[in-house]
């Protein structure tokens, strides 16, 4: 947790002082349908989807500063969100509650955490019974992985690399499965990896990190914990922020890493880091690794 802290924004820095893990996913019954990074075909989940038909509650304590009710009058335009609970829990971090069936009437807006605020349901752009979870750092207008500050999810299996491949400078793919000679140049890392679930009718989730390496060097950290808006383009952090919009060209796989092969043998590392990596205890109830490593010789002509 400690090493995160340093990444995060500011106003992460109160939840990193807390006890670990200390908030709480606003369901205990449902079941994560896709991940903060998940891919929809053209851009990354800025939070987490569930399937779920119960009573949502607040993740922690805070003030309501914002609710939409479709039904209500005023409320009659379409929005993706449907159904929304919007709470602020200090320092400029809110966490929004949306595509619900309908929102708990509320006496006031202070709440504690676990108040119910809404039901699950299908307004918005709902695909499925159930709810989106997002989290905002207004200070510094980004997205945050709910994962950095909930508990992992513990119903996921070790990560699983699927494909690693290159794409060299004249735009051709080289999968590295079916060579190990490549010519000396400047390539794009491209890693397909996810993180099964124990039950295997559910959805792989994204992977939190993949770091690549050539030689022990390293040559690119992707890390799906926070998105930026800068001047209207979503970023992301690898080794400094990158446009998401380059990151997901190739979808299933990302764009992980950028390296210059001289000629002679190198040595291409992959690893991916599950959310179960940010808790220890995690990883050990559900007994299995939160990483996993692909290593490739390469001639390089």
Known sequence: MARLCGRLPLALFFVCGMSAFSIEWPSDEAVMVSN???????????????????????I?????????????????????????????????LISIYSRAAHLQPKPENLIDAGTGIAVSGMSGWSKTEGFYLSIF????R????????ISAIPDTRSPVIRSV??????????????TRAVRQG????????DVPRIKTSEP??????????VNGIEAGDLAFETFSARD???????????????????????????????????????????????????????????SRSAVYRLIVE
């Open 36 to 58: 903060f990074g998940k891919s929809d075909g053209v851009s990354p989940m800025l939070g987490d989807t569930f399937r779920s038909e119960g009573p949502l509650t607040a």
């Open 60 to 92: 922690e304590k805070g003030e309501i500063i914002y609710s939409r009710d479709v039904t209500a009058p005023a409320s009659r335009f379409p929005s993706p969100l449907g159904n929304m609970v919007v709470v602020d829990h200090g320092d400029g």
């Open 137 to 140: 750092d207004r200070k510094e």
């Open 142 to 149: 980004r997205w945050v992985n709910p994962s950095l500050i």
């Open 165 to 178: 491949k290159l794409k060299n400078s004249a735009n051709q793919i080289i999968d590295l499965a079916a």
């Open 186 to 193: 400047a390539y794009t890392i491209l890693v397909h990896a």
């Open 204 to 213: 792989p989730l994204m992977p939190l990190r993949i770091i690549c390496s």
């Open 232 to 290: 209207g383009a979503l970023m992301m952090f690898r080794n400094g922020l990158v446009p998401t919009s380059q990151i997901y060209t190739y979808n299933p796989a990302v764009e992980a890493g950028e390296v210059f092969f001289n000629r002679g043998q190198v040595t291409l590392e992959i690893i991916v880091q599950s959310s179960m990596a940010l808790d220890t205890s995690a990883a050990s109830a559900a007994g299995v690794p939160d």
